[in-house]
């Protein structure tokens, strides 16, 4: 039987603020109107309308919904509430389009039911007794649905004299601007200045201030106020917006962001666009938009400014940025510029923003002939915590208990250089492990290194192992380069020396190996979090590394093994929700080329068995065996595949259900050996950080000396 279990905990000092901010809101307690007038329970019942985007709009406006339970009130603020939820449920029936219904409330309250307007409610509420109830049903008529009728586009209008403009007439009613029911109590209505999201270039310093102009009274009032603006065929595409659809207004003013991201794309860094002016018109059930662009002069990247910098050079940070002064203003651009310098992994956070007024630059400096006009741009670093500390703890049936302490520099010389020293004791017991052993390790990582990109990684190792199928005390040194190509593709190489003494079978012989290890990994499952569970794509790698043992007889030999995975959701399926049920598949081949298996040293040998090829079986326990022990003697060949389906459930649990296979045979073809299988299930209980996951393991044809069952414990999906 082998279980593993592992826990990480890292040391660092909170900032006050994120302290603070970390108490539960979960001791949070009812809040009431803090009036002597005695709190009134309630409940509120919504009448479906039987649309679910105007049901969910109504809910997420109703105070009365939404406060019922967490801030009670006495008899004239639970009156003054009532009355305000007809405004907000008529602003929601108005954001999808329904300008003419209309919301009627009843209260019952004892014996009697009066209208949510009745004058005399406080007072009927006021005679209740303590603890009897009020019931309260919100019900909405949505009368017909209005569309979008004149959609006009016009350029802000010019300062004018209010007299210039027809004062409204009496039989046209008006809507300054487009609003939505706002998702949490409090009502909210859309501003006119576009917020920018966190860490994009702030367009509030830099567009201008709108023209003071009297509102028009009509849409036809408001598009004589400007000159009209024609959107070329992109602009058209991203605006979207067409006479005759729904008068949502959701879809309006996602029309009006969507029209300025593209605008601002196209370099325009100061434009602007209005949210609407919407105009009713009762008669034909219509609503006339009128949208203010303003495009402003199309612009280039200006000079680029640092600040907050501390410990980290100025000239690393320039050398990797993807922006040149001169190149063409587009936000998606100087956000995925901000995105990679946040990943260098040595800021706490990486802003930016535009740095206003527009300069010009001298011919020689722009990219985009004929575009002089710049916006100076400037990134505002937070710098993280240099140094930490970690503690890790964990034990494994099969590979026994291990304990240590790890420290980690995480900005050595100013360059985003990696620094981690790690001390672990291994081996305390375990039903693979014969005695106490230790894992000792310095690794270096300079990133970037000759090149954007290219990361230069160095680890020095002590390491001591007193397995069943060998004793090992090592020194290794290995060194390499690793390069991201394209999206999906890490490709590496370097080298690698180990002199190592081995005992196996009561034979001790030391090895001195030299290798050259090359390897290729593609993955496009696209996880911010690695250990998250992968939904879709595909995960595979390989690696070629020649290697040569120079004691104990010289012998040449190339080690070759293949990893794929890939992820099926059956929401394609039509019979699951997206990412809920997943069907993950792995297939492992390894080939040694070169030398049979007595002619390489034995830690270099393939083996199988454990959660990293075949469940069911212990650690090095699928292949050949030292007579009918439980010694491995490992092999030259190696193929392994598993089948896993995989589930979620509510509350933050899942539960997995899966069948592994493989075999390690003497020859260099895979497919050789006793195929060994292996079958079970488990939960998982999904954290922030990623799944805890407790799987058993059973092995259908059970080797001499082999487990009858297997646990494994740990974090994240076994591939």
């Known amino acids: 039987m082998s279980c593993a279990l592992g826990i990480v905990t890292v040391f660092c000092v909170p900032h006050p603020a994120e302290a603070k901010a970390s108490k539960p809101a979960a001791n949070a307690k009812p809040v009431t109107d803090g ?29 009365l919904k939404s406060l019922q339970t967490s801030h009670t009130v006495g008899a004239y603020a639970l009156a003054g509430r009532i009355r305000s939820d007809y405004d907000r449920v008529t602003g929601a029936l108005e954001s999808q389009g329904y300008y003419a219904g209309s919301v009627k409330i009843s209260v019952k309250a004892g014996a009697r039911t009066v209208d949510g307007k009745d004058p005399s409610l406080p007072d009927i509420l006021k005679a209740l007794d303590k603890k009897q109830k009020v019931a309260i049903t919100v019900s909405a008529t949505t009368g017909p649905r ?25 039989t046209t009613p008006t809507v300054s601007a487009m609003s939505q029911p706002a998702p949490k109590a409090a009502a909210a209505k859309t501003s006119a200045t576009k917020t920018p999201a966190s860490g994009t270039p702030d367009q509030k310093t830099a567009s201008p201030a709108p023209a003071t102009t009297t509102v028009a009274a009509t849409s036809e009032q408001a598009i004589a106020q400007a000159q009209p603006v024609t959107l070329l065929p992109e602009e058209r595409k991203a605006f979207g917006l067409t006479s005759g659809q729904p008068a949502v207004a959701a879809d309006v003013l996602a029309a009006q962001n969507s029209l300025l991201n593209q605008l601002q794309e196209e370099g325009y860094a100061t434009a602007s666009v209005s949210t609407p002016l919407a105009y009713l018109k009762p008669q034909t059930h219509t609503l006339d938009v009128v949208f203010r662009v303003n495009r402003g002069p199309k612009v280039v990247i200006g000079p680029v400014g640092l600040t907050g910098l501390k410990q980290t050079n100025q000239r690393y940070l ?14 998606s651009r100087i956000e995925a510029a901000r995105q990679d310098l946040a990943s260098t992994g040595v800021f706490a956070s990486v802003q930016v923003r535009n740095v206003p007024p527009i300069i010009t630059l001298p011919p020689n400096k722009t990219l985009m002939p004929g575009i002089l006009q710049a916006m100076p741009i400037e990134f505002s670093f937070k710098e993280a915590k240099r140094r930490t500390l970690s503690a890790e703890i964990g034990y494994s049936t099969d590979l026994g208990g291990r304990v240590g302490v790890s420290w980690t520099h995480h900005n050595l010389l100013g360059n985003a250089e990696q620094l981690r020293l790690t001390a672990l004791i291994t081996g305390l017991g375990g039903s693979a492990q014969q005695g106490l052993g230790y894992d000792v390790y310095a690794d270096f990582m300079k990133p970037d290194f000759l090149s954007k990109g290219q990361n230069l990684s160095v680890r020095l190792e002590g390491i001591r192992q007193l397995l069943y199928s060998y004793h090992q005390t090592a020194i290794i040194g290995r060194a390499g380069l690793s390069r991201h190509v394209g999206k999906y593709w890490n490709v590496s190489g370097g080298v690698m020396g180990e002199q190592e003494q081995i005992q196996q079978f009561g034979d001790t012989r030391s090895y001195f190996i030299i290798a050259a290890p090359l390897n290729a990994t593609f993955d496009n499952t696209q996880l911010s979090n690695p250990i998250d569970p992968a939904t879709h794509g595909v995960r595979a790698s390989l690696s070629v590394t020649p290697s040569e043992s120079l004691e104990s007889g010289s012998s040449f030999f190339t080690l070759l093994s293949a990893q794929v995975s890939t992820y099926f959701d059956l929401k394609h399926l039509g019979i699951s929700r997206p990412g809920r049920s997943v069907i993950a598949v792995r297939g492992i081949v390894g080939s040694v080329q070169g030398a049979s298996t007595y002619q390489i040293p034995p830690d270099q040998r393939l083996y199988a068995g454990g959660p990293a090829t075949v469940r069911g079986f212990r650690y090095q326990g699928v292949g050949p065996q030292y007579g009918k022990s439980k010694y491995g003697i490992g092999g030259t060949s190696m193929d392994a595949g598993s089948v896993e389906f ?5 509350m933050n649990l899942g539960f997995a259900g899966f069948v592994d296979a493989g075999q390690v045979g003497t020859g260099s073809r895979p497919g050789q050996g006793t195929l060994r299988v292996g079958y079970g299930g488990g939960v998982r209980y999904f954290t922030p950080i990623g799944p805890i996951r407790v799987d058993v393991a059973l092995p259908m044809n059970r080797p001499a000396y082999g487990d009858k069952w297997e646990l494994y414990f740990g974090l994240g999906e076994t591939f």
């Open 146 to 170: 209005f569309s979008l009728g004149a959609v006009a586009l016009t350029t802000p209008p010019q300062e004018a004299p209010a007299a210039s403009v027809a004062a409204p007439a009496p």
């Open 646 to 650: 995989r589930q979620r459930l509510p």
């Open 318 to 331: 320039m050398n990797r940025l993807e922006l040149r002064e001169g190149e063409l203003y587009r936000p």
């Open 35 to 63: 009036t002597t007038d005695p709190a009134i329970p309630y409940v509120v019942t919504l009448t479906p309308t039987k649309q679910a985007d105007l049901d969910a709009a109504i809910s997420a406006s109703s105070q």
